[in-house]
């Protein structure tokens, strides 16, 4: 590929002169990263035109530059779970008060904020209907009416849907929302091995989305008592860090939900000995979440960068007039270039609007994370993406706090640290790490237990109650 | 490629051996197309497993025979559209009673068809807020702070979402649900010209899908006055029609808004002069009803009849054990040959379940409507489809009845045919025809104003009026 054709420069922070160009539009950030995380946060997702503020609080409009990364992610992820044998349901939106109560962990984990529907034109509903927060409750059912025979299984439903959970506290675009998108999958086994197993490669698909797609750098492991599925058996999750904030943030969690569900919705199975037997099931999810995690973990003070495996732009030409030079003549250089660029599968753009000067152009595009050079070729995106990844990790890592006792731990909260601590686990214990802490900050709790745990000597105490520790498991303040 | 390898045979029809299997499901349909078409119509699309009823009025679930004929349907439009730079867009699920109600005709068209959401948890909202049941209102306002000068127009957005519409009139699954899946399309142009263009685009796409894909002929035409879209300027449609119950069934609509919205959400741009004017937008959609029109065309009294193009499976090969033959082999004959079929791009399975008969597994394929000889290849599946589509069209214009005379015209809606009528472009008139056929299969009402439009001779005059004919119109029932 050719390199500096159609008068390339530019680049990162690039220049550009901005004679005879009158209105241009404020371009910029006002706030830094390092300053005032939250407001750079909105700022961000808003400059750089993934996000436009809604009317309803907590809702967001999705613009182009956030779904065109969605439609990546899911493209990668669809074919990934249609291999694995997962086939595409899509179930109402709409479920039951009576069928959502059914099982009674996963219902008090939901209720506040289920979102209800009561009204339609003028006329009062007879009973109230509620929004889906989650579809085991709509599916398990149906589950229960296809499933007859070991020879009907094993079950495998996926669907991309929005889901609503009402809740209250500080909405933020992507992490926090009111309605947002997902994939759920949800399937059942003849036995728990299956089960365990599926588990596992779904979990290995989300650190791939993070690691592979996202450039972030998580942590595989497994939740606490308190905070698994509610209604599920086990609950595994990829953990991602941001340092600015010292919050852990959950990625995307792999449910086993052990046979509490078949229990509830009598899924069962005529067995290959003629007897009647309980499915094993999960169900697993990843959202909009992930768009959101990968832009506090590489945007900066100019505003969005993005790994180019999901920009939707990779490269973007912007031609430069000189003096004396026919722009024509340049113009046409440039669709070369971006011809060229596209075959070789690279998703390239030309920005030929006029008025606009070329500098304000470079920081447009700047500001939406595009790499600037024409002169990037494949090899240097794929670098690219691997040093947003090696920094990004090298940042998580540098967070990253081992303690052993209370005082320890107090001290790498207030530092903002991802805390690695040895623990008895039991629930007593993390609840009243939870009462201790409390504060405008919110909580501390358990992120998870990463499934590579360093050495635990013998004799190693739980920085909390100073009884045997069992595990290390991750602590810290989370989104 | 190879035929009537590893025991071939069957086909539609195709018996197969019974023997030694013990517990089968029954198959089969219990009812007949032309005996009782709305038993027929549940009773296919619920064997065929592209349905499941639900535990909620007017919901259903999508199972993947269904949903992969959607995905199949998605993936073309949606690379045609990008072509024509329409952008991924996704705005919310909710939207409030005041911005709803902005444009008046538009919410007097859906108001009784919305649904409400007032509660959460156990709280009441401070005020209602509605599902979409379409998302003019939803997008406009923002359509109003993106666009300010003529640089930011053509503005191009597309969802692929779920609206919901709480209709209490016979639920049918796909063709009227409360909630159902779409795109929907919406622009803004600089000149109403460029946005005349498009909707004749659109209009394309929509036929193509009913015609290249789903073999079912459509007419291209536009809307009466009274049955265009609520608040828009001009709509037009591809109308299909059903020769089972003599109702026409529209398809897609593409519309232009005109500056009627505009004018409510104030959306105005800087022309090339320094002025203000006001956009000219259109909104287009089309849903998963479309599936259902294609079953209603094709299917038969052995299940659904699918088109091959957007078949899931289009091929299936079931091994038919034989005496003295060494079942690995043919199953492992079979298995090379689905291998063939699906390097050749074609989308072929192998059904090797045990404890099911061949001649079961006939029956079974039969009533998903995959065509079952696997030695059929690409030729023939293009012949296949055309020949669907010719038979389709030839029932369908088998009811086409041109009528000039009142009499004539109720002689032809009792015999349930597809209505042409020459027609003075009158509302007064349209709205007197409905309520002079009111009754219980519903009233008669204009379905489209046909572009290809027959003679009109001077001196015709309009079959219900008697006043001088505009033009010729699609008149009947429709879903």
């Known amino acids: 590929m050719s390199s500096g ?5 530019g680049g990162k922070g690039g220049g550009g002169k901005k004679k005879e160009v009158k209105k241009e539009t404020k371009l910029g950030m ?3 990263k390092d300053d005032n995380f939250g407001e750079w946060y909105s700022e961000v997702v808003v400059n750089s035109e993934m996000i436009e503020y809604y009317d309803i609080s907590g809702c967001y409009i999705l613009r182009p530059w956030a779904m065109e990364i969605w439609e990546l992610l899911k493209e990668f992820f669809d074919a990934e779970i249609k291999k694995l044998k997962l086939k595409p349901y899509y179930f109402p939106l709409f479920v039951t008060e009576n069928v959502l109560q059914k099982e009674k962990d996963h219902i008090e984990g939901f209720a506040p904020e289920v979102a209800w529907v009561t009204k339609s ?6 009973a109230p209907i509620a929004i889906r927060p989650t579809s085991e409750t709509v599916m398990y059912p149906y589950f229960s009416k296809w499933i007859r025979s070991h020879r009907d ?15 209250f506290s500080n909405p933020t675009p992507f992490i926090r929302s009111r309605e947002f998108l997902w994939q759920e999958g949800h399937t059942a086994f003849a036995t728990k091995e299956e089960a365990d197993e599926e588990v596992l490669q779904i979990l290995e698909l989300y650190r791939r989305i993070y690691e592979e797609f996202l450039a ?4 595989k492991g497994r939740k606490s008592e308190m905070e698994k599925f509610a209604g599920g058996l086990y609950t595994t999750s990829v953990e991602a860090f941001i340092p600015n904030t010292g919050r852990g943030v959950q990625g995307a969690t792999s449910h086993c939900l052990g046979q509490n569900f078949a229990k509830m919705f009598d899924i069962t199975f005529e067995n290959d000995k003629g007897s009647r037997s309980m499915v094993w099931q999960n169900s697993w999810a990843y959202t909009t979440r992930s768009i959101g995690v990968m832009v506090m973990t590489h945007g900066d003070d100019k505003g969005l960068v993005l ?19 026919d722009t024509t003549a340049i113009v046409n250089e440039c669709k070369k270039t971006v011809e060229t660029l596209e075959k070789a599968g690279i998703r390239a753009d030309l920005d030929t609007r006029e008025n606009y000067s070329p500098g304000w152009k470079y920081s447009h595009w700047e500001m ?40 320890e731990f107090i001290a790498a909260l207030n530092d903002k640290k991802l805390i690695l601590a040895p623990w008895c686990d039991e629930e007593e214990v993390e609840k009243d790490v939870k009462a201790r802490t409390k504060g405008d900050l919110g909580a501390a709790k358990t992120l998870c237990t990463p499934f590579e745990q360093p050495d635990l000597p013998e004799g190693t105490t739980c920085f909390a109650s100073g009884k045997p520790a069992k595990k290390w498991s991750f602590w810290g303040r989370s989104y």
Do not use: H
């Open 5 to 9: 054709k159609g008068g390339g420069g």
């Open 30 to 32: 006002a706030y830094k």
């Open 121 to 126: 034109g003028k006329s009062d509903l007879e």
């Open 153 to 167: 299984l094993p079950l495998r439903c996926n669907q991309w849907c929005n889901v609503v959970r009402w809740e």
């Open 216 to 219: 972030v750098p998580v942590s």
């Open 307 to 325: 790994p180019p495996r999901v920009a939707p732009l990779q490269v973007i030409v912007i031609p430069v007039p000189y003096k004396d030079v």
């Open 368 to 407: 939406k994370g595009v790499p600037l050079r024409i002169e990037i070729g494949p090899k240097d995106m794929a670098n690219n993406q691997k040093n947003l990844f090696e920094t990004a990790k090298q940042k998580r890592d540098a967070c990253l706090k081992v303690v052993n006792t209370w005082d």
